[in-house]
Nanobody
């Protein structure tokens, strides 16, 4: 199993910065990519940023140029540095890890997504 614990959320003024951190534990060798999603009030969950094991990154257009995702494979952590925050960035942010499991008797091979409990980011205007 893989477990994820987020930290770093809080209240910040528009234009400010926050750094979110996520620590993975368990069978971390099964992780193929990690990322951050968010769910704003009344809206669906959306991808914010992701980073694969080889360092390839992907960002939502709305945060490109403002947010930076980074990963420390040795420490099994992934961070999201958020700058120039806007009120529309207010959301619960969830750490995500994609894991891959080979086919074994009694189970099919495939990817399984693991989620943290979420951390609230509130940006005031």
């Amino acid at each position: 199993q893989v477990q994820l614990v987020e930290s770093g959320g809080g209240l910040v003024q528009a234009g400010g910065s926050l750094r979110l951190s996520c620590a993975a534990s368990g069978i971390t060798s099964r992780i193929t990519a990690m990322g951050w999603y968010r769910r704003a009030p009344g809206k669906q969950r959306e991808l914010v940023a992701s980073i694969s094991n080889d360092g390839t990154t992907n960002y939502a257009d709305s945060v490109k140029g403002r947010f930076i995702i980074s990963r420390d494979n040795a420490k099994n952590t992934v961070d999201l540095q958020m700058a120039s925050l806007k009120p529309e960035d207010t959301a619960v942010y969830y750490c995500n890890a994609d894991t891959w499991w080979p086919q074994v008797p009694g189970a099919a091979a495939g990817y399984i997504a693991i989620w943290g409990q979420g951390t609230l980011v509130t940006v005031s205007s």
